[in-house]
């Protein structure tokens, strides 16, 4: 209980008091108005502190994010329990101690109304408080998550970005290796090929800031770029293209071909009487390119720029693996190609986005029960006061405390009881399905 808390307690007194005082009481003395004050102090302070102390020790050994469900069933508990011992304290204290009344009329008579009128009014006012301190642990946990998402969204596009940003330097530098060296053996070539690269690289700077192409793109890219290889290598290197059509609306990282026909290039010899023979295809949801093994010998180690810029932009955009088969004759990396543009940074629903959703709909639901539990501590007192004012002698109000309380306790036992354990169980079946899948 912490400062604020104690004066708005205090600020409560006052005003109860003072409306007790100028509504409900016959003789306006000083004397009656400080004893107003007393017995609304005595009700506010001693009933407040108590739900305090028990919510703050249940906050402590219970969180309503991580124990959701035990911490509602014993708030709900020890709800009941402490405000119907505060309230006959406070009740006995003010009718038998103060006001002299016979003690054995306190469970009777007007003195039962007041203890039940009083009890509700208390558990109307402690649910609300714990339905507060929920809503306010749900909206902490929510804005955390948010802002970690956020984190890690940004993280992720930054090193995407970083990655792209590696593809003009390297292109460029294999590129001006491969014209260096037609100047020397075919000059002609040398000139076709600056006009073929000077197209190529175009279409390099238009597809950079794109995080995905479509195959039928990126098909065509390829075969311009297979067209410039052919003209450095000749009948050295062939290239063989058997894509399904109806692949080619799927969606693959931008310059992924084109790095992986470079891969072959450079870890590979090319002549005439040994070809390197690179095919390009699709199967199963991927797109593989393979080549006949024929491994040259790396006078220096290798920067492996090329691949492992394709895994690591795949790994950012999902889930799905990129592939790498090595055999004595050859060699094949699979790349996953993507259903939907739109949503290709999750084309597997993340676990993490999938339980903020389950606890929004969490959220929605406990609200929903509170708000019942709240409707039924209004609603009930006021039948009971309107029964008494206009028929004591038949109590009616019996059918709708028992009548709703039923439906107030299969609500409760629909959203904390065992149709919720069925439900997440079910859920959880699912999410190692689907992940088993994948």
């Given at each position: 209980m912490n400062k604020k808390s104690l004066i708005t307690i205090s600020w409560i007194t006052f005003f109860l008091g003072t409306i007790i005082f100028v509504f409900f009481t016959n003789e306006k003395t000083v004397q009656n108005y400080f004893f107003n004050i007393f017995i609304s102090g005595l009700y506010s302070f001693t009933i407040a502190i108590g739900n305090g102390v028990v919510n703050d020790y249940l906050n402590k050994k219970y969180s309503w994010v991580d124990d959701t469900r035990k911490r509602t069933i014993l708030?709900?508990?020890?709800?009941?329990l402490v405000n119907v011992i505060l309230v006959f304290f406070c009740n006995y204290v003010n009718f038998i101690?103060?006001?002299?009344n016979d003690v054995a009329d306190f469970f009777s008579g007007w003195m039962a109304i007041s203890n039940w009128i009083s009890v509700n009014i208390a558990l109307l006012i402690s649910a609300v408080l714990h339905a507060k301190g929920f809503i306010e642990a749900w909206k902490s946990s929510t804005k955390q998550e948010v802002v970690q998402q956020k984190l890690i969204a940004k993280s992720a596009n930054a090193q995407f970005e970083s990655l792209k940003n590696q593809l003009d330097p390297h292109f460029l530098?294999?590129?001006?290796?491969?014209l260096s060296s037609l100047i020397d053996e075919n000059p002609e070539q040398a000139q076709r090929?600056?006009?073929?690269?000077?197209?190529?690289?175009?279409?390099?700077?238009?597809?950079?800031?794109?995080?995905?192409?479509?195959?039928?793109?990126?098909?065509?890219?390829?075969?311009?770029?297979?067209?410039?290889l052919k003209t450095r290598?000749?009948?050295?290197?062939?290239?063989?293209?058997?894509?399904?059509?109806?692949?080619l609306k799927f969606y693959v990282v931008p310059l992924s071909l084109q790095l992986l026909l470079e891969n072959c290039i450079k870890h590979n010899f090319a002549t005439s009487a040994r070809p390197l023979h690179i095919k390009i295809y699709s199967s199963s949801g991927n797109l593989l390119?393979?080549?006949?093994?024929?491994?040259?010998?790396?006078?220096?180690?290798?920067?492996?720029?090329?691949?492992?810029?394709?895994?690591?932009?795949?790994?950012?955009?999902?889930?799905?693996?990129?592939?790498?088969?090595?055999?004595?004759?050859?060699?094949?990396?699979?790349?996953?190609?993507?259903?939907?543009?739109?949503?290709?940074?999750?084309?597997?629903?993340?676990?993490?986005?999938?339980?903020?959703?389950?606890?929004?709909?969490?959220?929605?639901?406990i609200k929903g029960?509170?708000?019942?539990?709240?409707?039924?501590?209004?609603?009930?007192?006021?039948?009971?006061?309107?029964?008494?004012?206009t028929s004591p002698e038949y109590h009616w109000f019996w059918w709708p405390i028992f009548g709703w309380g039923i439906g107030l306790g299969g609500h409760a036992l629909q959203v904390f009881g065992i149709s919720r354990s069925w439900e997440e169980n079910q859920i959880q079946k699912i999410l190692k399905k689907e992940q088993y899948k994948n």
């Open positions: 708030g709900i508990i020890s709800t009941l101690l103060f006001q002299k530098f294999n590129s001006l290796n491969v090929f600056t006009a073929s690269m000077s197209k190529i690289y175009r279409y390099v700077l238009e597809q950079k800031d794109k995080e995905l192409v479509t195959v039928e793109e990126e098909i065509t890219f390829a075969k311009t770029y297979c067209d410039l290598f000749e009948d050295s290197v062939s290239f063989e293209f058997d894509v399904n059509e109806k692949d390119i393979e080549n006949n093994l024929q491994q040259r010998e790396q006078l220096n180690e290798s920067a492996g720029i090329g691949l492992s810029n394709i895994v690591q932009r795949y790994a950012l955009l999902t889930k799905q693996n990129v592939f790498i088969e090595k055999s004595a004759s050859f060699f094949k990396v699979k790349i996953p190609l993507l259903t939907e543009k739109i949503t290709a940074m999750t084309t597997h629903p993340s676990s993490e986005s999938m339980a903020y959703e389950r606890a929004a709909k969490r959220v929605k639901e029960f509170y708000s019942n539990l709240i409707s039924y501590g209004m609603v009930i007192p006021f039948l009971i006061f309107i029964n008494l004012r």
